[in-house]
């Protein structure tokens, strides 16, 4: 896929008329996207809203993410979620605040190692996912939801192919916040492999892991499940995720706070307050 400089070289040359900052702008928008793809929707994005940026490169974020998706390999969103629009999980969110200069240039130039991500462990319900798009949002990074099991093909070396595709996305897209819901659900089988097909999971396990350690720099990445004793050790093991937190059903605080989050947003007239 093309980096965001040949992207901009490639709607320049058609669109003069914008500047370089403008260039830059319609190109980070259209990033994952082939440079025929790209130039495409930038046209047509052109003859609709003119001369206005902003509406271009709204309108070719929203291509992106609809060829995206209908390519089966990955779901981009804009999240709107934010920590303050999610009650209870204190503790993370003191955490990962507390974490926030790790995603600094000047973090990234000390050479420190960056922050590979976290495992969410718990019930269906637990906000899990919701957490994932607020980090997103908090870090004002893209949003990616990747299901591995639509990666698997039905032809010889196609799911290693496409597993290859869906890692050379991930990386064009970068920075960005990477979400496995229900990992545990999405690498299942991969024990039996070598017997039921042919070793395909093992190897599209082996890809994602060395993905993992050696080329996920810019990407945090998000696994979630409800049953993390069907997860490979190996997924698991020190150096793939920074923490694994617990995600408990909400106790008595924390659903007083969802309570308010929820009056405040859909009955802002209704007297209420915490202590009823």
């Not at 130039?109 to 996912?129: D, E, N, W």
């Not at 597993?163 to 897209?173: E, K």
Request: aromatic residues 8%; glycine residues 8%.
């Amino acid at each position: 896929l093309p980096s965001i400089k040949e992207l901009q070289v490639a709607i320049r040359d058609e669109h003069s008329q914008f500047s370089e900052e403008d260039h830059g702008n319609i190109a980070d928008a259209a990033l994952g996207l082939t440079i025929h793809e790209a130039t495409v929707a930038v046209r047509l994005a052109v003859q609709r809203h003119g001369s206005s940026i902003n509406e271009i490169s709204s309108d070719v974020w929203k291509t992106r993410a609809e060829q995206l998706k209908n390519s089966g390999l990955a779901v981009v969103n804009d999240p709107q979620e934010t920590f303050d629009s999610i009650g209870g999980a204190y503790r993370f969110k003191r955490w990962f605040e507390a974490r926030l200069h790790c995603f600094s240039s000047a973090y990234r130039r000390s050479g420190r190692p960056p922050l590979k991500g976290v495992l969410f462990v718990g019930p269906y319900g637990s906000g899990k996912s919701a957490l994932t798009r607020a980090i997103a949002n908090r870090l004002r990074m893209r949003y990616i939801e990747i299901d591995i099991g639509k990666v698997l093909g039905m032809f010889v070396g196609q799911s290693e192919m496409q597993m290859r595709q869906l890692l050379s996305l991930i990386n064009a897209l970068k920075p960005c916040v990477v979400r496995f819901d229900e990992i545990a659900h999405q690498l299942s089988g991969h024990e039996s492999s070598g017997h039921t097909d042919s070793g395909v999971q093992s190897r599209i396990l082996a890809q994602l892991l060395t993905w993992m350690e050696e080329g996920s720099d810019g990407a945090f990445i998000v696994g979630s499940t409800n049953e993390p004793w069907k997860l490979p050790p190996h997924i698991v093991r020190a150096g793939r995720f920074d923490a694994v937190w617990y995600l408990p059903l909400p106790g008595e605080d924390a659903l007083l706070e969802i309570v308010d989050i929820h009056i405040s947003k859909y009955a802002s007239d209704l007297n209420w307050t915490k202590s009823d």
